[in-house]
Structures are given as C-alpha cells and as structure tokens.
C-alpha cells in the first residue's frame, strides 16, 4: 500500500518532488508548513527522508531508487508494465550494434535495396545455369565459333548468316555430326549460344551498375565491398572459363570415330564456378538481410547448433553430386545406361574399369562417371533423409524444421527427376528440369546453414533458457 499512496501523492501534488529537496527541513518540522498535508502524507515523507542522508543527491538517488523497485514488485504480482520491455530495449540495441558487424551502413532502406540487388543477381545466375543446360542439351555450345569480349552483333542480313555459317562448317562438330544442316537449324543452335552469352553479360551490367551506386553512397562496409568484388571478378573470368571450355571443342578429336565435344573438366570448372558465384550471392544476401539467425531461446540455439553439424556435410555431399553431373554431361553418360536401378543387365557394368589410370576411370569412363552419380545421387537422398531424421525430435525453431523437411521433399523429387531423365533418354525439358533441381536442392542447403549458424554474442546474452508459451 505504501508504494501506492506514495505514487497517488505525487499525482495529486506536482510540486512535491521540488518542495522534498528545497523545504525539506520545514516539511520534516510538524509544526512549520506542513499544516497542510495530511497525517499519511507527513508520515510517508518521514520514512521517505529515512531512506538516505539529507543532501540533495542522496534524496534524489534514494527517491528514484525506491521508485524503481515499486515497478519491480508491481510486474512482478503480475502487472505486466508497458515499461518492463522498454527498459531493455536500448541496452539490446546498443549489445546488438556492438556485438555484430552489419555488412550496411546506412539503416534499414540500404539494407533492403542491397538486399533485392544481391537475390536478383543470384535469381539471374540461377537463370544462366538453367539457360546453359539447355544449351548443351541441344547442343548448341559449338555453334559459335569466335569470343569477342562485347559479343558483339548477332547476323542481321543473310550474308552475315552465311559467313557464320561457313565458319561452323569447318568445325569438327559439323563434320562429324551436322554434316548437311540447313541454315535455318544453325540459326536456332547459333541464337541459343548468343543468348547464354549475352545473358551473361547482362549480369555482369546489371551487377556492376548497383554496385558502383552503393559504393558511392557509402552504403557498403570494406568487409562487404571485398566479397562483392571477388564475386564481380569471378564471374568476369566466368566468360573467360566458358570460352576455354567451348574452344575444347573445337579441337579434331584424337580418334576419327569419336564425338566432338568439349572437355569434361573444363565443362566441370565452368559448371562449378557458377554455382560458387551463385552461392556466394545468396549467401552474402542472406547475411545482409538477416544478420542474425532466427533465435528466440537458448534451447533452439542448442539444437539449431546440434543441425549445424550434420548439415555442413551434407551441404558439401549436395555440392559435390552436382557437380559430378558435369562429368555425366560432358561425357554423353547419360545416354550410356538408359535403366534404373540396374545399369543393363548389370548391376556394375564390366567395362567400370577399363581405363588403366585411375583418374582418367572415374572421370573420363562412360559407365563409371554414371556410376559415380547414381553412388552419389542415394547417398544425397539417404543423408537428407538421416538428418530429417535425426533432427525430428530435437527443440528447433519453426523455421529451421520447415526447411528440413522442404529440403527432404527436394531431394526425392531431385532423384525423381533424375531417374525419369534417365529413363527417357534425356530429353532437353527433363534434363533441363533436373540441373534447375540440383541447383533448387543446394539453395536450401544453403539457406539451412545460414539458419542454423551461432548468433552473435550480444544476442545470446539477451535469449532466455527456454521459448516462452502463450
């Protein structure tokens, strides 16, 4: 009661708290202007005055003090204080801003700009990779057979087509494959090239652009300006690394009975370094509009860290069955053992190992590169499904279990695809289908690990042990 009258005193008399540091020594007299006040008033001043010496500092210190523990026994009996979140909330800010490094500068607004740049740009690699599989699935990568850094005009007159044409002519692909192509088929092979390229180089613009506007803003830290610039130079030399693969297959095969096509290895390296550009996008866009991992309690920390273990390896074993894709790509593999689960008549074909180097077996041999993926493909869906498993009773945060059980629905309908590109002899809508599901697969790998990643230090200051319930 006493906290109460205390604070309808000071509502009732606004001058109270001037007159208790000004006229103490009258008010604490009975008999000198006090008069007015009330026996409860002049009794609850005395035990107000009791509370520290007569200086104006003590009383004042004494006064907030007591204050301040009559909102703590009022919150504490259930009164729930619009004030208790308050009187955190700039202490967390400022832990916050000291514990984690932003990657932005300038608030909010640059965080989100910066934030649709860097998805657009990764929804635009993710296109380039779609577009590129395509590309070789109708084999279309051979069709142009100059680089030129701008690209160039396509042919715009038929003098122009014609020169391109004669140009493709003298190429071992025409003469071992398209041998009597008209020219209206070289359009449609030659157009699907000039895209990919151009598409590509449309990124680098459209990367490029933004990123000088943000520069020069000062809306990105030295921290983020060095990882957009490494990602900028990448997928420059990504032009570079496409060429180099395309010239591979320019090249007289070594036998007169073999198919021209580029290298396998330079098709891997091309393949591979999209898919770092990729990630390096999405994952440094995650990092700028999420700087801190969904965390609401230090028990979905503990079991988001527990996720973390098991979801980098898997993470690495998703990365690398896509990229052995490529070596089944760049050898025509997928075109060898048209059944499933047996590879002909065999469960293991009998020419696996045939090559006598080792190397040169496991990434140039027909059968064993598709051996390779099937191996790789079941392990993919079989560790998926151990740390859907793993994972299924432990207190997770509802984000991190949705994107378990998403990335599981993913990978089955990924070894789905698979098969049924296999079974019908690769055709260019179901292998196409299945590049964009490896790459689908290996985003929300992605998208886990950067959930399930420690918070900073100030925030798991600020969690308590267990998520409250309402």
Not at 28 to 55: C, D, M, V
Not at 104 to 110: D, N
Not at 117 to 127: E, G, N, P, Q, R
């Amino acid at each position: 009661m006493r906290e109460r009258s205390l604070l309808f005193i000071l509502r009732q008399n606004k001058a109270l708290g001037s007159k208790i540091s000004s006229n103490l020594s009258g008010w604490l007299n009975p008999t000198s202007g006090i008069s007015t006040q009330t026996s409860e008033q002049y009794r609850l001043l005395s035990s107000l005055a009791k509370l520290a010496p007569l200086s104006r500092r003590s009383i004042t210190r004494s006064f907030l003090n007591y204050g301040f523990r009559s909102f703590h026994q009022l919150n504490h009996k259930g009164y729930r204080s619009p004030f208790r979140h308050y009187s955190t909330a700039p202490s967390t800010v400022a832990e916050t801003k000291e514990g984690l490094k932003s990657l932005v500068t300038a608030g909010p607004r640059a965080q989100k700009m910066i934030g649709i740049w860097l998805f657009t740009s990764a929804a635009w690699v993710f296109s380039m990779v779609v577009l590129g599989g395509v590309t070789r699935l109708t084999r279309s990568g051979l069709s142009m057979t100059d680089w030129k850094f701008t690209g160039g005009l396509p042919p715009l007159s038929d003098e122009e087509w014609m020169v391109e044409f004669e140009k493709y002519k003298q190429s071992p692909e025409y003469n071992r494959v398209n041998r009597g192509m008209t020219i209206e088929d070289f359009k449609f092979i030659y157009w699907m090239e000039y895209a990919h390229r151009m598409w590509g180089r449309a990124l680098g613009i459209m990367f490029a652009l933004p990123f000088s506007y943000f520069l020069r803003k000062g809306y990105i830290t030295v921290r983020l300006g060095l990882r957009l610039s490494g990602l900028f130079a990448l997928g420059a030399g990504q032009g570079l690394i496409g060429w180099w693969m395309v010239k591979s297959g320019l090249e007289e095969p070594p036998s007169e009975y073999a198919i021209p096509r580029v290298s396998p290895y330079r098709l891997a390296a091309h393949l591979t370094s999209a898919f770092a550009i990729y990630c390096g996008l999405f994952w440094t866009g995650l990092s700028v509009v999420m700087p801190e991992p969904p965390a609401e309690s230090l028990a979905w920390v503990h079991g988001a860290a527990k996720v973390k273990r098991l979801a980098i390896p898997v993470g690495i074993l998703v990365g690398i069955t896509a990229i052995s894709g490529a070596f089944v790509a760049g050898n025509d593999a997928g075109h060898a053992f048209n059944t499933f689960p047996k590879m002909g008549d065999n469960w293991i074909p009998d020419d696996v190992f045939s090559m006598k180097p080792l190397i040169r077996n496991f990434f140039e041999n027909t059968a064993t590169v598709q051996l390779d993926h099937r191996i790789l493909a079941t392990a993919t869906l079989a560790s998926i499904s151990g740390l859907w498993w793993a994972t299924r009773k432990l207190d997770l945060h509802p984000a991190i279990r949705s994107l378990i059980g998403s990335t599981m629905g993913m990978a089955a309908l990924q070894v789905t695809l698979g098969i049924s590109t296999l079974l019908s002899y690769v055709p260019v809508s179901l292998g196409t289908a299945h590049q964009a599901g490896a790459l689908t697969l290996l985003t929300l790998m992605i998208l886990l690990n950067h959930t399930v990643r420690r918070p900073s230090p100030s925030l798991l200051k600020s969690l308590p042990a267990l998520t409250k319930t309402v």
